[in-house]
């Protein structure tokens, strides 16, 4: 197994003590969660990882990290052809490994048949808006390329993350590239209006104190300021772009209940409308998925969120979890 890279760890620490960036003690404070949280995480595939680990080009000096995922009995000869998944993780753009995304890609790849990749971005505040979308739009560019190898069918592809992930997902989804090919995308409590300060997102009622809102400061250095040419980008908040239409033909969003995310996701699936789904957990919070203890629910949603994606390539008529 490759572990993720030695800046992924310590992108906190190292970025806290750059001259790129003012000194901020809530990056050094942030630090153990980040090494708790990648150490977990990539622990849990030292003896199975379950993917292969590839570098895609960027338009900068840097690669791109991302997992590569064969369906069951994958084979690259013959005429069949497989759908093409690019998922995106969580870490409100500060941090965040591909391999979180490992469990609910299980279940997709099982269910849809799908060639999957799982890929990483730069993190705020060293590389702020729009290196993370950048990072995204490169990893597709590669894959259009790359992917054709792998028998992937590169005009069937579906795209999903996790918060600020499936924000990049829908992003990416934007570029010219991507026009006609991505059939659907899934968004767990994502993260679409990057335009607004978390101090300014409503908070639904009864939600409860959040114990990291010290890192809201950090999540806000990823958007540019309002008075800039950046801020004006339709990539910082793909819920308001123009013309809705070149969002993915499907969407289905699984919402928490008691999450400041909760309002944007809602405008998206009014603009939406019939092309998407949304499903809301009342009394869960952000990121509820990926804590410990959330096993059951995880697979309750995954296996029907899989189940819908399938229906969307197989062109049936499904709700989620039925």
Do not use: C
């Not at 620490?13 to 150490?39: C, D, E, G």
């Not at 998925?289 to 309750?300: A, I, N, Y």
């Not at 296996?303 to 008529?317: I, N």
């Amino acid at each position: 197994m490759q572990f993720p890279p030695f800046y992924t760890w310590f992108h906190p620490v190292l970025t806290a003590l750059s001259a790129r960036v003012p000194l901020n003690l809530r990056l050094l404070a942030f630090q153990p969660i980040v090494l708790l949280s990648n150490t977990i995480t990539s622990y849990r595939y030292i003896l199975n990882p379950l993917f292969t680990v590839h570098y895609a080009p960027s338009r900068d000096i840097h690669k791109i990290r991302y997992l590569l995922i064969f369906p069951p009995n994958y084979s690259p000869e013959g005429q069949r052809s497989y759908p093409l998944h690019i998922a995106f993780h969580s870490g409100g753009f500060l941090g965040g490994i591909p391999e979180s995304t490992i469990p609910w890609l299980q279940h997709l790849s099982m269910t849809t048949n799908s060639i999957i990749v799982a890929g990483s971005y730069r993190f705020t505040p060293l590389h702020p808006f729009p290196a993370a979308v950048e990072d995204a739009e490169d990893l597709l560019l590669h894959l259009l390329e790359v992917a054709p190898s792998w028998a992937a069918d590169i005009n069937r592809i579906t795209v999903s993350g996790f918060s600020a992930g499936g924000g990049l997902a829908l992003s990416m989804s934007l570029h010219e590239a991507a026009k006609g090919r991505i059939k659907a995308a899934v968004l767990f409590y994502s993260a679409i209006d990057m335009r607004k300060r978390r101090e300014d997102k409503p908070r639904p009622e009864g939600m409860p104190k959040d114990p990291f809102a010290w890192i809201g400061p950090l999540i806000d250095t990823y958007a540019p300021s309002p008075e800039s040419e950046g801020y004006r980008d339709e990539r910082l908040a793909p819920v308001d772009v123009e013309d809705i239409g070149r969002l993915p033909e499907k969407v289905l969003m699984v919402v928490a209940g008691r999450d400041i995310l909760v309002e944007e996701n809602m405008r998206l699936k009014q603009r939406l409308d019939d092309r998407a789904e949304m499903k809301v957990w009342g009394g869960r919070w952000h990121g509820w998925l990926e804590m410990p203890g959330m096993e059951k629910e995880q697979k309750e949603v995954f296996e029907g969120a899989a189940w819908w994606v399938e229906s969307v390539l197989s062109g049936e008529r499904r709700v989620m979890g039925t």
